[in-house]
């Protein structure tokens, strides 16, 4: 079940990103499908808690091919796809070694390395997807706002696992 919410999180994140405007919060610039990426470091957390690191990266592996095939068929450019794939390799392998490396609680853990993925996942995004330098859908003034926006909204999602993780039995 963890492996099928994990990959569902990420295709239910390209499907919200590609059927809905982003948000504007402020300055900051929000894809709708931020909000289960910031879920999916969770899931991802837990996979690797149940399977290990080495099952985790085929996983991961899985999740990469499908998250770039239901993008690519949602309509995304091929550069978009491809920004997509290299910041989920980065953003999920950082993610999976500060989880493997970190000591201490669970919910520790999940929150530590969640919100270095998701730091990675936001920065990365942006400058090689959204940014000039990749398919030049947002300007360079707005960048910081758009990778900063999503930075908050996977910390805060990361924050909410952290606590449905410490409150419950859930996933223990």
Same mark, same amino acid.
Not at 33 to 61: C, E, P
Not at 97 to 113: C, D, I, M, N, Y
């Given at each position: 079940?963890?492996? &099928?919410? !994990?990959?569902? $999180?990420?295709?239910?994140?390209?499907?919200?990103?590609?059927?809905?405007?982003?948000? =504007?919060? /402020?300055?900051?610039?929000?894809?709708?499908?931020?909000?289960? +990426?910031?879920?999916?470091?969770?899931?991802?957390?837990?996979?690797?808690?149940? %399977?290990?690191?080495?099952? =985790? !990266?085929?996983? +991961?592996?899985?999740?990469?091919?499908?998250?770039?095939?239901?993008? /690519?068929?949602?309509?995304? =450019?091929? /550069? +978009?796809?491809?920004?997509?794939?290299?910041? &989920?390799?980065?953003?999920?392998? &950082?993610?999976?070694?500060?989880?493997?490396?970190?000591?201490?609680?669970?919910?520790?853990?999940?929150?530590?390395?969640?919100?270095? $993925? $998701?730091?990675?996942?936001?920065?990365? &995004?942006?400058? +090689?997807?959204?940014?000039p330098l990749g398919a030049g859908v947002i300007p360079w003034n707005v960048v910081p706002y758009a990778i900063l926006g999503q930075v908050i909204v996977k910390t805060v999602m990361q924050f909410i696992g %952290?606590?449905?993780?410490?409150? =419950?039995?859930?996933?223990?």
């Open positions: 079940m963890r492996i &099928f919410l !994990y990959i569902a $999180g990420i295709i239910i994140a390209n499907v919200a990103t590609a059927s809905f405007a982003p948000i =504007t919060l /402020w300055k900051f610039i929000v894809p709708m499908g931020t909000f289960f +990426i910031g879920a999916t470091f969770v899931l991802r957390d837990l996979v690797q808690k149940k %399977y290990g690191r080495k099952n =985790t !990266y085929l996983i +991961i592996v899985l999740a990469l091919a499908l998250s770039a095939l239901s993008s /690519w068929l949602l309509g995304d =450019t091929l /550069w +978009i796809v491809f920004a997509s794939a290299i910041t &989920f390799v980065f953003s999920e392998a &950082f993610d999976t070694e500060v989880f493997t490396r970190l000591k201490g609680s669970l919910q520790k853990k999940v929150l530590v390395s969640g919100t270095v $993925g $998701g730091i990675i996942d936001s920065g990365l &995004f942006v400058l +090689i997807g959204l940014s %952290y606590l449905i993780i410490k409150n =419950t039995r859930i996933l223990k």
